[in-house]
């Protein structure tokens, strides 16, 4: 059947912000969504407030709407745009809701806009388990024994019936938030409890466990003509228990019989049948008995998925793109596959090569929070690899985690596997349970002499994963025993075909990793790349999509274009994430207009750039020294591109260099002199530009003495740290010498960092560009938060708002003259603090900063392509951007916080970043931009109600002019004493209530009886209190926005009488820049400051 | 040591490539024809479908071994295929139905194993330069006795191997209370077609491929099926004219695979070797009568010669139901006025997807029309 004619507009709704269980896999599918579509010649409007997404890059769609993913804001742009249809399925659960909730309130209807993809019946039936369970049952297909119920009393009747452990799951949250397993009374209590209060419908699923079974997933797709096709088969190495997003997981699958296997797809064609996906994709998790093959459906989803992103990396095929064709229309038969471009996409995808994710975790950050790894996900990035084998592609992923190890190495100390000591019995205990590091403690099992049927029983993972890890740990031995002398390219061939990494090998041998590659250089064992092609080479592929392997045939094309590598940014990780990897994609776009071949390296199912679409070559490999220096010397690139990928490329930089190949833009030197402090003091003193007092200290003695010349408080942070990794602040020589015991080692080769901390100081940052002559000006953002909170966690606004025009000025030139002084070509960032009249810079980095797709959606201009043009030779005058373009609107960007995944860690915010996303919100005014920035990042700020001010000392001036302000706008005030006793002195009408310690009724249940709308809390100097901790931690866990910060009280404030004066409207990103070009000014747009009485 | 490879071997190719890898099991030299198959599940399946007899089965998919053997999935009585080259071969397997290993079973048969091999180099060259003669040896260089077995095997074309894997003996399967009952002609049968027709309510008497028409007659079928098998449909010369006067008493007949080539050869059309075949669980078919897609199973290298548009050619009274959609060819055919049709694919699958198991319920719908 050809395309739908009947539609003409078709509105796309995106995932939102970065989240954990929701990643940048929906910026991968979104924009293959958005370009299918176009092609079709169809009108696309796009909603999402995630600003860091190329998806969202005004030429993706015909309006972009970058607003808040809620049923308020999408139905105003539905109301404005009055789109045929509406395409819910690319962007998460997110999108999956709001589709629900406009279906469900009418508002589709209302408006003549139809679901496609999904309708409103499959959405319900696949989120809800009751229904689902039932669906089930009419295909004859079983779901775990389970039972909704929307009470404590009713979910302990339920668990007293089908026993121990227990799987409890709340209803439409993503990623399983709030769920878990529980092993006795007490978890169950605390998880049920957990589970219903964030479940949007308070009901939870609690459920038999299959705890141990095995795990399977299936990625089906099916078209209006009831054609249906299996994509991918994925198993987990993780038995049943461990969230699928959390396991490691292995494409197709390993273990099983084509028998079982097509038990399974004949399920999967029943079941998107059932729940009647018309035109779409789904995906469908299944657990297996080992005992006996026994197939159990876990549960469906409906939509694009994590799991559809990988299989479509895994197989060539791209999910997202296809079904954005079948949703309006098209059969399978009548789409060509994109990779092969002969055969139709009415196939199931067939791998001679064998695919490996890894997930990535940030417990470090995280460091309250419990560490085993439960059915709620709490991973924050993936890798992937592709190797001829199981064995080559598990090393190959474990290497591209970028955690430091190789591949499948135990750490040097125990404690780093997550061992308290090197007994069997600690080792036994640590096997049963679920980490980030069991994989390694497996390692350690099998050299102390398990066998590999204890730990199959311990850990309930399959034998046959843990002989292939057996049969490596005796490849190591067989090859460390090798003489020298017979040592020959067969050994080394064969150790590379299991995935062996040159460091690995130089470990064997007691050599250096120089030394190892020059062995197998000399032997003349290099590796070959193969393509990913759908079809296991059974018809000739035209896609260079590619890895490497010891096998015996490279097929990667050889051209002779001029060639630029762009180096990607790895998996995703706190303070790493999707604004790299569309910074990258921007660059690669812009050099590929430019003539260039543009070749992407990387590693991360999740992304855009590792879409084979995007650019002229990708290679899926591991972002290490020896991966990427094999395709440089194959490649023979003009350069290499490495500012745009965070910290994953730059810390390849050097080695490069080193070993000859030409770094573009920025010179390697310019960035190493920007990470030395030292050497970037000197350039700050030349130029005249104020820094913090600070020192550099490598032994704890002389970081004490440093910060006794300087004066407490100081931050304290180890040099060469991306996204506040281990960085405090901290008050005094106690604490300062506590944390060198916590949290840091200091040695001369790991300076640490200490710089006078600036109480109170405006924060901003400058993004700039610069072609090695000229620098024009990005933008200034100035951070909501004051300083002390880590920029990426600070919201910040754009143009500033606060900050004198003057000192912003000063910013500007500081910038430029470093810039220039640096020799930057390509991006900068620059942090610079203002306090008492005087600006200082905090740091600069020489290359992309996380702000940069801020601040190109908020002026117009894609900073990073316009950077890789710069790279490339190219001037500013050549590019055309010469001036700095102001907005005559403001831009906001708020972080988004993974607090509610890690419900034991304090949700303060400090210098440590620990957000996983950031949202936008764009109005005329600040007030209502926060706003949407607010709405956007679910922190729904109250219209009325009650606010709770619990503030320090020194907060509590500037705390009573907010709560006048509050006060003002209708609002009833709480206060414990010590604040309540202030405000009623400057004659701020407020009621007491009791600390924690002081009885009952306290804070804590005001807030558990939804009492308050709005807590205002900021940390007590030092150390935040046990009380404030609780205080938060209700406010997270009831959904009661909260603030640390008395700035950003007052930026909500703002928001709030915002609202009052009008409610916010929608426009798209085209005409947001429209004004721009029409040469509005500045300031120009807001009519009155604000709707606040007198 | 542990941790040390198995002992080399090679592949040489009849053009002279040559493969290098480790040999586990019987030395050799063994020669065959060389296909590759993209079944990434049901290699014992594969290993033991008697349509491989006789060729040595390159398997696409890398990881092979890993659920071990069976004894509820063998299509047949024991491995048929000559040799098998894989990427790498599982050392140990896990599956809860596994009664032991791949490579043990195999070697019950003599077939040997090479593996460590660049299959998808091999694959690629079988692709591009058309499917060939192989042989497998020990060591890293052809000896003189390898190079002259290749040199003696026989090519495919013209090759009857249908006579040599069918059954000398008729013997039934499936519930003798059914109320249908078949004659299978066995060219080569995989027991998951008998299995079915069971499922179906149908039993078969499963005959040599030489059976004559009156024999058939004899057993008062209610229809005929006629089996896939090995080798090229036109060697099995005998087959048309049995074929042909069963037609003329209006028996319901059924072909998969060499079944339905013969049926094409039968009413007047030809069969030609293709390059290197259709071998795999993921080849799209389009169903003409209904526009649906059919993720089928197969494993054949001759086909019916004909076109969509075209029909069969040279054969007027059949018509073409089935296409494939990779590339064309025929893949379903059906008389324009007797109850006869085959099928190119294997519907019955075993291994692959269950998307044709339908014709099964379609010749029984034949067979019930017949009887009334």
């Known amino acids: 059947m050809p395309k739908r004619t009947d539609l003409h507009r078709i509105l796309v709704i995106g995932s939102g912000p970065i989240v954990i269980g929701q990643a940048a896999e929906f910026d991968y599918s979104g924009t293959q969504a958005l370009k299918a579509l176009r092609e079709e010649g169809y009108e696309v409007v796009l909603v999402n407030s995630n600003p860091a997404t190329i998806m969202t890059d005004p030429e993706f769609a015909d309006r972009t709407y970058i607003e808040p993913v809620t049923p308020e804001f999408v139905e105003k742009v539905i109301a404005k745009e009055r789109p045929d249809a509406v395409l819910p399925t690319m962007g998460g659960q997110t999108a999956l809701n709001v589709a629900l909730a406009l279906a469900d309130a009418g508002v589709l209807e209302r408006y003549g806009a139809q679901l496609i993809g999904a309708n409103a019946r499959a959405i319900r039936v696949a989120e809800d388990r009751k229904l689902f369970a039932d669906a089930m049952a009419r295909i004859g297909l079983q779901c775990p024994q389970g039972r909704t119920v929307t009470t404590f009393e009713e979910a302990l009747a339920t668990v007293e019936e089908f026993g121990y452990p227990s799987i409890i799951r709340p209803s439409f949250t993503l990623g399983g938030t709030g769920g878990g397993v529980a092993y006795n009374r007490e978890e169950f209590e605390q998880i049920v409890r957990r589970g219903l209060d964030l479940s949007p419908v308070h009901s939870v699923l609690v459920e038999r466990s299959l705890l141990g079974w095995k795990e399977y997933e299936l990625e089906v797709m099916r078209d209006c003509a009831d054609n249906v096709v299996i994509v991918c088969s994925i198993e987990n190495f993780d038995p049943m228990g461990v969230h699928t997003g959390d396991s490691i997981t292995v494409a197709p699958a390993m273990t099983l019989t084509d028998r079982e296997y097509q038990l399974m797809r004949d399920a999967a064609v029943a079941i998107i049948r059932e729940i009647g996906v018309d035109a779409g994709g789904c995906n469908i998790q299944f657990a297996v008995n080992p005992e006996n093959g026994e197939l159990i459906v876990i549960e469906m989803n409906p939509r694009v998925s994590r799991s559809s992103a990988l299989a479509s990396k895994a197989t060539g095929f791209p999910i997202a793109r296809i079904g954005a064709k079948l949703a309006v229309g098209y059969t399978l038969d009548e789409i060509p596959n994109d990779i092969t471009k002969t055969t139709p996409a009415s196939f199931e995808p067939v791998l001679d090569y064998v695919v490996v994710k890894c997930p990535r975790f940030a417990f470090e950050k995280f460091v309250a929070a419990d560490p085993v790894l439960t059915t709620q996900m709490k991973s924050v990035g993936e890798s992937m690899a592709i190797g001829r084998t199981f064995k080559e592609a598990f090393q190959k992923a474990l290497r591209a985690l970028e955690t430091g190890r190789p591949g499948w190495e135990t750490a040097e100390r125990l404690i780093d596997d997550r061992l308290s000591d090197d007994s069997l019995e600690t080792l036994r205990r640590a096997l049963r349970m679920p980490t980030p590091e069991r994989v390694f403690q497996l390692k350690r099992a099998m050299r102390a002499g398990l066998s590999v049927s204890e730990i199959a029983a311990l850990s309930g993972i399959d034998p046959w994963f843990l002989d292939q890890l057996a049969e490596l740990l005796e490849a190591e031995r067989w090859y460390a025993a090798l003489p020298d002398a017979e040592l020959t390219d067969v050994h080394v061939r064969r150790m590379k075909r299991f995935g062996f990494s040159d460091r690995q090998l130089a470990a064997l041998r007691g050599e250096t990793e120089t030394q190892a590659r020059a062995r197998r250089y000399a032997l003349g064992v290099r590796p070959v790349y193969r393509m990913v092609d759908t079809c296991a080479g059974e018809f000739p592929s035209a896609t260079p999509y590619l890895y490497s392997c010891y096998d015996e045939e490279d097929e990667a094309p050889r051209t002779d274009r001029r060639k630029v590598v762009i180096l990607g940014s790895g998996p995703n990780r706190i303070g790493q994430g999707v604004e790299f990897d569309y910074c990258c994609v921007r660059a690669v776009l812009a050099l590929r207009e430019q003539g260039y071949e543009t070749i992407m390296i990387n590693s991360n199912p999740e992304t855009v750039s590792t879409d084979f679409d995007i650019s002229d070559k990708l290679y899926f490999e591991p972002l290490t020294f020896e991966d990427v220096l094999e395709i440089v010397e194959r490649e023979q690139p003009e350069g290499v591109i490495v500012q745009l990928g965070g910290q994953t490329p730059l810390k390849l930089t050097r080695a490069l260099e080193a070993a000859g190949v030409k770094i573009l833009g920025t010179s390697p030197d310019a960035i190493d002199i920007a990470e030395d402090r030292r050497r970037f003091e000197q350039i700050a003193r030349e130029l005249g530009i104020a820094q913090p007092p600070n020192g550099t200290a490598t032994s704890v003695e002389e970081a004490v003495e440093i910060a006794n010349r300087i004066g407490y408080p100081v931050l304290v942070r180890p040099s060469y740290v991306l996204g506040g990794r281990a960085m405090e602040i901290v008050y005094d020589d106690a604490s300062l010498r506590d944390y060198f015991d916590r949290a840091v080692r200091v040695s001369e080769e790991r300076p640490v960092l200490v710089d006078c901390f600036l109480e109170d100081a405006f924060e901003a940052d400058v993004d700039a560009l610069s072609d090695g002559t000229d620098v024009v000006i990005g933008a200034v953002m100035e951070h909501i938060e004051e300083a002390g909170i880590h920029s990426g966690d600070s919201a910040c606004v754009l143009p500033p708002y606060l900050i004198p025009p003057a000192a912003v000025e000063q910013m500007k030139a500081h910038a430029i003259a470093m810039a220039k002084a640096l020799g930057v070509v390509g991006l900068m960032n620059a942090q610079f603090a203002y306090k008492d009249g005087v600006v200082y810079v905090i740091e600069v980095n020489p290359r992309a900063s996380r702000t940069v797709p801020f601040v190109s959606k908020a002026i117009g201009v894609p900073l990073a392509s316009v950077a890789a043009r710069l790279m490339l030779g190219e001037t500013l005058a050549e590019v055309g951007f010469t001036q700095e373009i102001v907005p005559p609107y403001v831009s906001v960007k708020e972080a988004v916080f993974p607090f509610n995944k890690f419900r034991e860690a304090d949700p303060v915010l400090g210098p440590e970043m620990r957000s996983t996303g950031e949202v936008m919100g764009i109005d005329e005014d600040f007030g209502t931009a926060f706003l949407k920035s607010q709405l956007a990042a679910d922190n729904v700020l109250p219209r009325e109600g009650a606010v709770f001010l619990s503030v320090n000392d020194s907060d509590k001036p500037a705390a009573a002019v907010l709560a006048a302000r509050l006060h003002a706008l209708g609002f009833k005030l709480y206060a414990t004493a010590g604040t309540a006793a202030f405000l009623e002195g400057q004659g701020v009408p407020v009621t007491r209530v009791l600390k924690v310690n002081e009885g009952r009724p306290h804070a804590v249940d005001l807030i558990l009886n939804g009492e308050v709308q709005l807590l205002v809390n900021t940390p007590l100097g030092k150390h935040a209190q046990q009380d404030d901790e609780r205080l938060r931690k209700a406010a997270l866990g009831n959904r009661v926005p909260y603030t640390t910060t008395l700035s950003a009280a007052n930026a909500a404030c703002d928001a709030i009488a915002a609202r009052r004066w009008r409610e916010p409207g929608v426009r798209s990103l085209q005409e947001w820049h429209a004004l721009i070009h029409a040469g509005a000014a500045p300031g120009t747009l807001a009519a009155t400051e604000s709707g606040e009485p007198a | 040591m542990a941790g040390s490879p198995p002992p080399e071997g090679f592949l040489l190719l009849e053009d002279g490539t040559l493969f290098l890898g480790r040999l586990v099991g019987n030395a050799g030299p063994t020669v065959a024809e060389v296909v590759f198959t993209t079944n990434m599940t ?331």
């Open chain 2, 42 to 372: 049901g290699y014992q399946e594969v290993f033991s479908d008697p349509s491989y007899n006789a060729q040595i089965v390159v398997m696409t998919a890398p990881m092979i071994g890993n659920y071990g053997i069976n004894a509820d999935d063998p299509e047949s009585a024991r491995p048929q295929v000559a040799g098998v080259v894989v990427r790498e071969l599982s050392r140990t397997h896990s599956n809860w139905r596994a009664t032991g290993s791949l490579d043990q079973w195999l070697a019950e048969s003599n077939v040997p194993v090479l593996t460590e091999v660049d299959t998808r180099r091999l694959a690629r060259h079988l692709r591009s330069r058309g499917v060939m003669r192989g042989v497998i040896g020990a060591g890293t260089t052809p000896t003189a006795e390898a190079l002259a077995a290749l040199g003696g095997c026989p090519s495919m074309v013209g090759l009857d191997l249908a006579s040599v894997v069918s059954t000398r003996e008729p013997y039934a399967w499936g519930n003798a209370q059914h109320p249908f009952h078949i004659v299978a002609y066995d060219f080569g049968i995989k027991r998951n077609i008998l299995r079915l027709f069971d499922a179906h309510g149908v039993r078969a008497t499963v005959v040599p491929s030489n059976t004559s028409a009156d024999e058939v007659l004899a057993l008062r079928p209610d229809g005929v099926f006629l089996s896939n098998g090995p080798g090229d449909p036109e060697a099995v010369a005998y087959a048309p004219s049995a074929i042909r006067a069963l037609a003329a008493k209006g028996v319901p007949m059924f072909g998969i695979c060499l079944g339905h080539q013969l049926l094409g050869l039968s009413f007047g059309g030809h069969t030609t070797k293709m390059p290197f075949g259709h071998r795999g669980g993921n080849q799209p078919v389009k169903e003409l009568s209904t526009g649906k897609v059919l993720i089928t199973s197969q494993n054949h290298g001759f086909a019916v010669a004909g076109s969509e548009t075209g029909g069969i050619d040279g054969a007027p009274d059949l018509e073409v139901t089935h296409v494939n959609l990779n590339d064309g060819t025929v893949e379903g055919l059906r008389h324009r006025s007797l109850p006869i049709f085959g099928v190119q694919y294997h519907p019955e699958a075993a291994p692959g997807p269950h998307d044709a198991i339908p014709h099964f319920s379609e010749f029984l719908d034949a067979l019930k029309s017949a009887r009334v």
